[in-house]
């Protein structure tokens, strides 16, 4: 990872913006027989989860 992408991804989970690898690698240890999201629908299930919905949106 790059010093850029090192900074950028400590920036986003600073102000609460979750990170789709660690999505990808949490679907892939604990869910392998699950379809993990597209990125487009992790990030509107993630800002509804935050802004909008109830419950944490939390699977485990």
Same mark, same amino acid.
């Given at each position: +990872? /790059?010093?850029? &992408? ?6 986003? /989970? +600073? ?5 789709? &690898?660690?999505?990808?690698?949490? +679907? &892939? ?5 699950? &379809? ?25």
């Amino acid at each position: +990872m /790059s010093l850029f &992408a090192l900074i950028a991804e400590t920036a986003r /989970s +600073m102000v609460g913006v979750p990170s789709y &690898a660690a999505y990808r690698a949490h +679907m &892939a240890e604990h869910h392998p027989d699950a &379809a993990p999201m597209d990125q487009v629908a992790f990030f509107r299930d993630r800002q509804q989860a935050r802004y909008g919905g109830k419950g944490g949106g939390r699977c485990c």
